[in-house]
């Protein structure tokens, strides 16, 4: 399994924007399809966004126009810039690896409050 750990969880005020960042343990990230999903206290965890080795995209509905996600093959990274969070937005966000298996990391909280 690939080790995923994340970061850049903060409490934002609305409107603010954040950027979180996974870095995987594998010598063939660029197979991976990744993702960033999130969940609520009290809800399930739902898909955010995912992007493919060759920077094919996909985005919840909810998040679209607001959030970006991309990787750095070299870097081994993924990203997703969030700007002009909500309050709804809150939640932990969880860094997922797909190729033959899935792989989660550990999680980061964001926090949307004034």
């Known amino acids: 399994q690939v080790q995923l750990v994340e970061s850049g969880g903060d409490l934002v005020q609305p409107g603010g924007s954040l950027r979180l960042s996974c870095v995987a343990s594998?010598?063939?990230?660029?197979?991976?399809?990744m993702g960033w999903y999130r969940q609520a206290p009290g809800k399930q965890r739902e898909l955010v966004a995912t992007?493919?080795?060759?920077?094919?995209?996909n985005y919840a509905d909810s998040v679209k126009g607001r959030f970006t996600i991309s990787r750095d093959n070299a870097q081994n990274t993924v990203y997703l810039q969030m700007d002009s969070l909500r309050p709804e937005d809150t939640a932990v966000y969880y860094c997922?690896?797909?190729?033959?298996?899935?792989?989660w990391g550990q999680g980061t909280r964001v926090t949307v409050s004034s």
């Open positions: 997922n690896a797909r190729y033959v298996r899935v792989s």
């Open positions: 594998t010598s063939i990230f660029s197979r991976y399809v």
């Open positions: 992007v493919t080795g060759g920077g094919n995209t």
